[in-house]
C-alpha cells in the first residue's frame, strides 16, 4: 500500500466535491498536484500542493483555496489534524488508527511490501556489463555490474518486465590479441621459454590455464598449423574460457543475465543482420553516400577522407553524421551498433537501458539518434554513465594485481570485503559521480562505515527473535504467520519508525521511473538509522522494547 497514493485519490475525491471546483471542473487539471512528505516532519506526515496548481485556474487566492480544501479534508476519518502554512501548502497529520491499519498491511504482504505495478508490464532491456572478454573484470566493471543489476531488480519490483542482457564483443582486433595472448601461453605450457610477454599482448596470469587447456586438448598440432588455421580455433576457445570466468566473477557478485548475446552471430553468414539494418534505414531515408569534415581533435579510427555510407544521424539529433559502411565495403563498428539495437526493438523491448563506463560518453548521442531512427521515436533509450572507482586503503591508492597484469579485479575486491558490502557501497553514490573505494572503510564497525550501519540495523532485528524464542519459548518465531496486535501501537517513537516504512512505496516507484538505484541505499541507511534510535529509546523506556515479557496480563 502506497500511503502517498493513497492519500493523492483522497485529496482528488474530495476536490471533486467543493463547489467552486465542481463548477469549472472542465478548466482544472489534477495533473501537476503532488502529495509527499512534508519538507520539515514537524509540520505533518503528508503535505500537498492542490491549492497552489489550482488557484490560478479556478481564479482565486491560494491561500483561501486551501483553507476551503483543508475544511473538506477535515471530514476524512484518518486526518487528526490539518494546517495551510506559506502561500497554501497544505499539512495533514494522519491519525494512529490509520498508522495501526499501514503498518498491518506491511506485516501482511512481507516481501512484497512496496511492489508496484507502475511500469505497467513494459518491456525493459537493461544491458550492463559487457565487458570485452579478453580478461577478468576490473573495479570499474563491478560498478557498471551493480547498478545495472540493482536497476534492473528494482524495475522488475516496480512491475516492468525487465530482461538482463549482456553484449558479448567477441569479434574485432582484440580478439584477434587475446588468441594471440593464449596462444603465447599455450607454447609456454608445451615446454617453451617464452621470455617476456611482448607489448601489445595480454600479460596476465590469467591466460595461463587457457594455455594448458589448449596444450592439453591438442598437444603440440596448433603449434604446428599455419596462423589462418589455429587462429578461430583459439579465438574460439579463448573467448569461451574468458566468457566462463566473467560469469564465475558475477555469480561472487551475485549479477545474473538472462541473455548473453554475441557479436558475432551478427557478422555472421556475411554479416547478413548488419546488411539488413542498414538496409532497413536506408528506406526509411536515414542512409545516403557522402563524406565527412575531419574531426576536432584526434580522428578516431573509423574516419576516412573519401566518400563512405554514412547514417544521417543529425537529423535525428545526433552532432555529426555516423559512417556505417567504409570505402573499402567493411562495416564500421556503429554498424553493429544498429544491428544489435534493430535486434532489441524487434523483440519487442519498449525500453533499452545500456549501463556503460565513463569513458562511452561519446556513445549516449549517436545511441539516442540510433534509437529515434530504428523505432521511429517508439522506443525509449537510456544511457547510464558510471563514473570512475578508485580503490583506496587507508587513504592511499591500491597497486596493480598479478592476475590481471595491470588492474586490480572485481574478484579480488569481492573476495576480501563480501559481495554485500560491494555491492552497497557501489550504490551509495549516484552513478555519475565519482567513488572512492577504501578498503578499510568498507570493513569499519562503526556508523561512518553505512555497509556495516545498515547491516548492524538487520542484525538486531534478527536478534528480536532470537530474544523472543528465549523469553517466548512456545512461539513459533520461524513462522512467517506471527500474530501481530498493532492496535498497542501508539508511542510516537514507534509510529515515527512505521512512518519511515511508509516512504518505501513510494521510493521504489520514483527511484525505478528516475533510473536511480542508488535511491534505495540512500533509504536503507535513513532506515537503519530510524531503527537504530527506536532501539535506543528501549534502554531508557522498557515499553518500547522489541520484546517485552513484563506485561500486565
Request: hydrophobic share 40%; proline share 5%.
Amino acid at each position: 500500500m502506497n500511503l502517498f497514493a493513497d492519500f493523492e485519490n483522497r485529496i482528488k475525491n474530495t476536490l471533486e466535491t467543493i463547489d467552486i471546483i465542481k463548477e469549472k471542473r472542465g478548466e482544472v487539471d489534477f495533473g501537476r498536484l503532488t502529495v509527499e512528505p512534508p519538507r520539515d516532519a514537524s509540520h505533518g506526515d503528508v503535505a500537498t500542493n492542490a491549492a497552489m496548481v489550482l488557484a490560478k485556474p479556478l481564479g482565486t487566492n491560494p491561500r483561501a483555496l486551501a483553507d476551503i480544501i483543508a475544511e473538506a479534508l477535515k471530514a476524512d476519518a484518518d486526518v487528526s489534524e490539518i494546517s495551510v502554512a506559506g502561500p497554501g501548502f497544505i499539512n495533514i497529520r494522519l491519525s494512529t488508527a490509520y498508522w495501526q491499519r499501514l503498518l498491518s498491511t506491511m506485516i501482511v504482504e512481507g516481501v512484497n511490501y512496496g511492489k508496484s505495478k507502475i511500469g505497467g508490464g513494459r518491456k525493459a532491456n537493461v544491458e550492463y556489463v559487457s565487458a570485452n572478454p579478453t580478461g577478468p573484470m576490473h573495479v570499474g566493471h563491478c560498478r557498471g555490474a551493480v547498478v545495472g543489476d540493482a536497476l534492473a531488480n528494482l524495475m522488475q519490483f516496480a512491475g516492468y518486465d525487465v530482461t538482463k542482457e549482456y553484449y558479448i564483443n567477441d569479434a574485432g582486433g582484440q580478439i584477434e590479441v587475446l588468441a594471440r595472448s593464449a596462444f603465447l601461453r599455450y607454447r609456454e605450457a608445451l615446454g617453451e621459454d617464452i621470455g617476456e610477454i611482448p607489448a601489445g599482448l595480454y600479460p596476465g596470469d590469467y591466460l595461463v590455464p587457457v594455455g594448458k587447456a589448449l596444450a592439453g586438448e591438442y598437444g603440440p598440432r596448433l603449434h604446428n598449423m599455419p596462423d589462418e588455421e589455429w587462429l578461430p580455433i583459439v579465438k574460439e576457445k579463448a573467448v569461451d574460457a574468458m566468457m566462463a570466468m566473467i560469469r564465475d566473477d558475477l555469480d561472487a557478485l551475485n549479477v545474473h543475465h538472462d541473455v548473453f548475446f554475441s557479436e558475432r552471430t551478427l557478422h555472421a553468414n556475411g554479416a547478413q543482420r548488419i546488411r539488413q539494418a542498414i538496409n532497413d534505414l536506408t528506406f526509411k531515408g536515414h542512409v545516403y553516400k557522402g563524406t565527412l569534415p575531419p574531426p576536432k581533435g584526434q580522428l578516431p579510427e573509423d574516419w576516412e577522407d573519401r566518400e563512405q555510407t554514412l547514417f544521417r544521424s543529425t537529423e535525428v539529433g545526433d552532432d555529426i553524421d555516423r559512417p556505417l559502411i567504409k570505402s573499402d565495403g567493411s562495416y564500421t563498428y556503429f554498424a553493429a551498433d544498429v544491428a544489435y539495437f534493430k535486434d532489441k526493438f524487434d523483440r519487442g523491448y519498449d525500453e533499452m537501458i545500456y549501463v556503460l563506463g565513463a569513458d562511452h560518453g561519446g556513445y549516449v548521442k549517436r545511441l539516442d539518434a540510433l534509437a529515434r531512427a530504428v523505432s521511429d521515436g517508439k522506443a525509449k533509450l537510456t544511457v547510464l554513465l558510471c563514473q570512475l572507482v578508485k580503490l583506496l586503503r587507508n587513504g592511499e591508492p591500491v597497486k596493480m594485481s598479478k592476475r590481471s597484469g595491470d588492474f586490480v579485479t572485481l574478484r579480488e575486491v569481492v573476495d576480501e570485503v563480501g559481495r554485500d558490502s560491494v555491492r552497497f557501497m557501489m550504490l551509495y553514490r549516484k552513478s555519475s559521480e565519482p567513488l572512492d573505494f577504501d578498503f578499510a572503510k568498507v570493513t569499519e564497525q562503526s556508523k561512518d562505515n553505512p555497509v556495516f550501519y545498515v547491516q548492524y540495523a538487520h542484525a538486531r532485528c534478527m536478534s528480536v527473535f532470537r530474544q523472543a524464542k528465549d523469553a517466548f519459548p512456545d512461539l513459533d518465531v520461524d513462522s512467517l504467520d506471527l500474530p501481530a496486535t498493532v492496535g498497542d501501537i501508539t508511542d510516537p517513537n514507534e509510529l515515527q519508525l512505521v512512518a519511515k516504512l511508509a516512504e518505501y512505496p513510494r521510493l521504489v516507484e520514483a527511484a525505478a521511473q528516475a533510473q536511480e538505484p542508488h535511491r534505495v541505499a540512500f533509504y536503507l541507511y535513513d532506515l537503519a538509522s530510524s531503527f537504530h534510535a527506536h532501539w535506543n529509546k528501549g534502554k531508557e523506556l522498557p515499553d518500547l522494547r522489541f520484546v517485552n515479557d513484563k506485561t500486565d496480563n
